[in-house]
């Protein structure tokens, strides 16, 4: 996942603050773990590519459940746009019994949650 989001500093232009709470390496299956990072790649992407956002912020908390909150201080979305990357992203959630929502932030810019059950490990 840092990997991930460091790879993702070059097209940003600004590293993204990431924060992890939980057992993200021991508790998340592997199956569950490349749709993250699929999805966390995508909405880096889709930053980098649309938003001209100045800050983002990747968050992932591991709990009952897992989430991914993907936050910038962009232009957000505008209505009528491309959604197949967004589209992509909530497909994954709902295969693995989850949800996706895109949303404006109060401040500013789109946060994006991403919301899976976790399975045994």
Known sequence: LHGLVDAAAEQLGFAPSVRLDGLLDTVVDMDTAEHLLAVVREALSNVARHAQA???IVRVEVG???I?????????IPEGGRRSGL???GERAEGLGGT????PRPSGGTRL???VPL???
């Open 113 to 115: 949650i991403w919301q």
């Open 64 to 66: 009952d459940e897992l």
């Open 54 to 56: 100045a800050e983002t």
């Open 119 to 121: 399975r045994e490990v």
């Open 68 to 76: 991914l909150r993907v936050e910038d201080d962009g232009i957000g």
């Open 100 to 103: 996706c929502t895109v949303e």
């Open 87 to 89: 589209r992509n992203m």
